[in-house]
């Protein structure tokens, strides 16, 4: 059950724009939550398995029982882990769940990490860069039904596009507005048939049958902007991360409505 702050909407943590959101660490807040939100669903005996993997450490052999030792050992090793690292963590237990479960527990850890007022969040496992509500919820129900239609190529062009959002120290604009760009031509060449045309070319021939006009053209200028920036690699073009953040979710829309076509 909720708790009285969450159930009424109060928080201790005042809401910040996202230039200041927590990028490049993990605090020990977001440690503790991790542990606590893990002990009784994995125990310490599975979670010291899966920490000492990722970081590369042998298990104290000396520690036998569950609690004090093997907790105790879980936590130090949790707590003492360089940032990078912790997210590896999250993500190798994230990994060991399946199917909705797996969903289930990143629904419920992305909680904590919005209260945490972390940049980062929990796609498919994966901890990638919150790239806004909007943008993350389109994303997300893009990913969903290129999932459920079999559409496999373009939902993994889509999700390189956010993971290049994601890079660090820098973003991978370029890459993100390419591979967005990617997912959506895959969909069109699959609704149209036409496997060998640039999607350029499909806007501009069979826009009408994949988007109530003057969609079309509008998406045909998005195409036209990547090419110059992104899929024409120029030295002095390269798009900003607002405007990679722009197409990715302009483009997630698009690919949203037309994976369900």
Known sequence: ????????????RPAVGPSDLIREDAPESIRVGFLDFFEERVGPGRLREVVCKV?????????????????????ELVYEAPWPLFYDIVEAVVESYSGTERK???D????????????W??????????????????????????????????LAELRKAVQALSRRPQP?????????LGAMEAVARDITGDRNATLGSILNKKGDTLLASPLPSAFEM????????????????????DEAILVV?????????????
């Open 1 to 12: 059950m909720p708790r009285f702050s969450q159930r009424y909407g109060y928080t201790e």
């Open 55 to 75: 970081l590369r450490k042998r298990p104290n052999p000396d520690n036998w029982s569950l609690y004090p030792n093997i907790w105790q050992e879980v936590q």
């Open 104 to 106: 289930a527990i990143a």
């Open 108 to 119: 419920q850890l992305n909680v904590l990490f919005s209260e945490e007022q972390l940049a």
């Open 121 to 154: 969040h929990i796609v498919d496992a994966q901890v990638v860069l919150r790239t806004g509500d909007v943008t993350d919820e389109i994303v997300a129900y893009a990913e969903e039904g290129l999932e459920e239609s079999g559409r496999s190529t373009a």
């Open 172 to 180: 991978d604009t370029r890459d993100a507005v390419r591979w967005a």
């Open 222 to 241: 998005i195409w036209g902007y990547a090419s110059n920036v992104a899929r024409h690699v120029d030295e002095t073009k390269s798009p900003t991360l």
């Open 249 to 261: 979710g302009l483009v997630g829309a698009c690919v949203a409505y037309l994976s369900r076509r």
